[in-house]
């Protein structure tokens, strides 16, 4: 099972296998085609409420992460979960992001369920 985390803007590599954009919203400035995007489910993405928490700096990235844990629980992100879990028994799946630091964000914490 191999679960990686990039970069969007970053250019496709052959051994990325699926790509998996992990975004609620399109990257600004890419083109589908240059994105090479295989599967976008919205369902995996932090709530915006969650988002915009986070990103004002109200709370560490360990509470982010668990509050983000939560919200996957629900039945349509659970789903989609189970469906990028059965891709990485098929082969290699790269989770797609265009935050500066995936480390620290939501892709992260996907692919550590992931894996």
């Not at 052959?14 to 790509?19: Q, Y």
Request: hydrophobic share 40%; no cysteine.
């Amino acid at each position: 099972m191999s679960v990686r985390v990039r970069r969007v803007h970053e250019p496709a590599e052959p051994d990325d296998g699926v790509r998996v954009l992990v975004d609620r919203l399109w990257p600004r400035g890419l083109s589908k085609e240059a994105a090479r995007v295989d599967e976008w489910p919205k369902a995996l993405t932090p709530s915006t409420e969650l988002r915009r928490w986070y990103h004002a700096g109200e709370g560490p990235y360990e509470e982010f992460a668990r509050r983000f844990e939560a919200e996957l629980a629900a039945p349509e992100a659970a789903g989609e979960l189970d469906r990028v879990r059965a891709l990485t028994r098929e082969g290699p799946v790269t989770l797609l992001t265009a935050v500066k630091a995936p480390e620290h964000s939501h892709a992260a914490v996907l692919a550590r369920l992931l894996a």
